[in-house]
Structures are given as structure tokens and as C-alpha cells.
């Protein structure tokens, strides 16, 4: 039985869409978007094993229909962990999370990780999934979800080959079509402009040659010690 909203696609309708995707390996050195990592690709400290057990950990209490006992004992440990990570607390410029380049997503569980196939000063192509973590309903993403990877994308483009970092000032984003959870989603983003300190950044998300969703971002460069 086909789903509404998802032509030609009956895999909503399956209750483990979404679940156990493998986190992307660590592509060979691409300008501008990684750095070299531990011994054959792997993060030498675990830290990107860990980063990805916590994202399948979202997507599996995410798809969870829990009772009261599993509810209870998953709330302690979790408030045992938030005690024990309490104490490791340290200022924004020295954390892990989220400033790893040398790992898919940079280590952060924001927004899925983008698996980079190909990349230079002015563009970036690779795949992306979403997770059950960001199910929205009927199998299709969480509105939300798609500008926040937009704004990882061409945020961290609009930073790439030692340009001076910049904020987002604006991010339009134009929902076409459904776009769904579970798949394997291409994603383009690209330099349309840049003008003293403005930069244009667009992007698509596509799924299997349809477009899904576009966007246009703004992104403003820093002044010296702006924060």
C-alpha cells in the first residue's frame, strides 16, 4: 500500500524506517572540509565511534514506544551520565562537539552528517540521510530539520579555504516535495555571490533526481573581534 504524500513509496509504512544507518566513513582528504584523521580514517580517541552510537541511541528512542519500567531506568542512567559529563564541562573554544573536522558532521548530532563526494572553493556535493530522529510524520523529515542542515552546509562552504568567518543573516528555505527519512538524499551547495563582506550561498537536497527542498542563505563576514 502506497503512503499519500510518498509516491511510489510504500517504506513509511515500515516501523524500523529511519533506524540503524551507518554513520559515513571519513572520504580521503577533500579541500577545505576535513582533515586528516587517525591510522586508516578512524578518530584514534573513539570520539567518532561514540558520536555515532548517540545518533543511532536519538533514532532508536525516537521510534520507541517504551513502558514505564524502560522509561524510569533510562532516566537514571541518563541523569547518571549528566553528572558524571558535568564535571568535563569546558569553555565553547575548547569543547569536541561540533569542531571535529576531521569527521563527518564535525561530531556534532545536530543535523545529519553530510558525507562529502566532492568539494572546492565554491561548491560541495555528497549524501545525506535523516535519521528516525528527525521523522516529522508520514515518513517524510521535520520541517525544521532541512534548514538546520542547510545552514551546516553553507555555513561551514562559506568558512571553507581560509575565508574569514561568517554568520548567517538569512536562510530562505523552499519546501517542493516530500522529502523522506531512511533515504539516501543528494546534496549541492554552492557560491552564487560574495561582495565585500556578503556572501550568497543556494542549496538543494534532492532524492533520486527530484527536488526536495532549496534554499538561500545570506552570510555575513566578521569584523576583527566580533564575537
Known amino acids: 500500500m502506497r503512503t499519500p504524500g510518498l509516491p511510489g513509496n510504500s517504506r513509511s509504512d515500515n516501523p524500523r524506517l529511519g533506524l540503524g544507518i551507518t ?11 576535513s582533515r586528516p584523521a587517525g591510522p586508516g580514517g578512524e578518530s584514534a580517541d573513539g570520539y567518532g565511534e561514540m558520536i555515532a552510537r548517540l545518533r543511532g541511541f536519538l533514532d532508536y528512542v525516537a521510534a520507541a514506544r517504551l513502558d514505564p519500567s524502560t522509561v524510569a531506568a533510562l532516566s537514571d542512567d541518563l541523569g ?3 553528572e558524571r559529563l558535568a564535571d568535563a564541562a569546558v569553555p565553547e573554544r575548547e569543547q569536541v562537539f561540533g569542531h571535529r573536522d576531521d569527521m563527518p558532521g564535525r561530531g556534532q548530532t545536530m543535523a545529519p552528517a553530510l558525507r562529502v563526494r566532492e568539494a572546492d572553493r565554491f561548491s560541495v556535493r555528497g549524501t545525506v540521510r535523516f535519521g528516525r530522529y528527525f521523522l516529522g510524520g508520514n515518513g517524510a523529515v521535520h520541517g525544521g530539520a532541512i534548514p538546520l542542515l542547510f545552514d551546516e552546509v553553507l555555513g561551514r562552504l562559506s568558512g571553507s579555504a581560509g575565508r574569514t568567518r561568517a554568520r548567517t543573516a538569512y536562510l530562505h528555505t523552499d519546501y517542493r516535495s516530500i522529502t523522506p527519512i531512511g533515504a539516501e538524499l543528494d546534496v549541492h551547495g554552492w557560491f552564487v555571490s560574495e561582495e565585500g563582506r556578503k556572501r550568497v550561498l543556494r542549496a538543494e537536497i534532492r532524492h533520486d533526481g527530484v527536488l526536495c527542498a532549496e534554499a538561500e542563505g545570506l552570510f555575513i563576514v566578521l569584523n576583527p573581534g566580533q564575537p
Open 23 to 33: 554513520e559515513p566513513e571519513r572520504l580521503p582528504e577533500i579541500e577545505s572540509w
Open 80 to 82: 547518571a551520565w549528566c
